[in-house]
């Protein structure tokens, strides 16, 4: 059985969310919060220093845990030997991705919060970071595979940074969207697509249809 106070965190936890998901952070307060649990303000301030710590609770998780997958993804990746990651580049990706869909919607609510309503919050650039780490590595493969001697065309870093702003930002909109998981696995199948046979062309890489002639 959860004690009291257990029971008064919950409340306040989930008049927090309908709070953020009502106003967005910055709108957000703690008057608010603490009128619509029936506490008093002091009590709420209590168990929560401020609204960041209450915005961290409901969404900091689910965060962490993709962007430690995401990156830990990457890193195995690099590890990979370079005609490996020539061959399995977007096979890999592909997998990677499609767990991480299913983290995003295991923890549906704290993502709406960081895509939507995260304005002014520590959460505000989540996806920046996501987009950084990407670019990062981006550099990091072509240099890498041109180092071993396989032929790829040199993409510069600030070309990479807004393609990668552009898919991360196109996958995540299926939360900006609500969309449903499946509906949502078919889109971004989609987009991952789109941005596969883009990076072939500018990597100098044989698309589909040239491979299918050899």
Not at 85 to 106: A, F, G, L, P, R
Not at 156 to 178: C, P, Q, T
Request: net charge negative; glycine share 6%; hydrophobic share 40%.
């Amino acid at each position: 059985m959860r004690t009291k106070n257990e029971l008064a965190v919950d409340k306040i936890l989930e008049c927090a969310k309908e709070e953020f998901m009502e106003k967005g952070f910055e709108g957000a307060s703690m008057r608010s919060i603490a009128e619509k649990s029936g506490y008093t303000t002091g009590m709420v301030y209590g168990r929560f220093a401020d609204k960041s710590q209450l915005f961290k609770e409901l969404v900091g998780e689910a965060a962490d845990k993709l962007f430690d997958y995401f990156s830990q993804s990457e890193d195995n990746f690099a590890e990979l030997p370079p005609e490996q990651q020539h061959k399995e580049m977007h096979t890999y990706v592909d997998s990677k991705v499609d767990v991480m869909i299913d983290m995003i919607y295991d923890n549906f609510d704290a993502f709406k919060l960081i895509v939507c309503k995260s304005a002014g919050s520590g959460y505000e650039y989540y996806i920046d970071k996501m987009i950084d780490v990407e670019t990062k590595n981006t550099v990091r493969f072509i240099k890498q595979l041109n180092d071993a001697g396989i032929k790829m065309n040199v993409v510069r870093a600030d070309l990479s940074h807004m393609l990668s702003s552009a898919m991360f930002n196109g996958i995540f909109e299926v939360v900006a969207h609500d969309l449903p998981r499946e509906e949502a696995r078919g889109y971004i199948k989609q987009v991952q697509n789109f941005f596969s046979a883009g990076w072939d062309k500018l990597l100098g890489l044989p698309t589909d249809w040239q491979k299918s002639l050899k």
